[in-house]
């Protein structure tokens, strides 16, 4: 997605799962402390070098693959 510009795909970092800016912290980590309760704040004094938009852009990915579906291909 053109506007997720922080989250980063490598399969040399964390096996290839959506990260943030290429560091080792994925996706489903930022949405999983979200989901437990912890606040921005509470994530930055966890991961200083993470930014407020990284945060919310982790969790418009997430959303965004959540919306997903997959179709099965039909037989022509």
Known sequence: MKHL???TFDPNV???KPCVRGLR???GMV???VAAGYTQEDIFA???YLEAEDIKQAL???AWRAEEMEL???AA
């Open 5 to 7: 510009e922080r989250i």
């Open 46 to 48: 966890l991961y200083p």
């Open 72 to 74: 099965p291909l039909i």
């Open 31 to 33: 949405t999983g402390l």
């Open 14 to 16: 964390m096996g290839g």
């Open 60 to 62: 418009s990915f997430a």
């Open 25 to 27: 912290v994925t996706v």
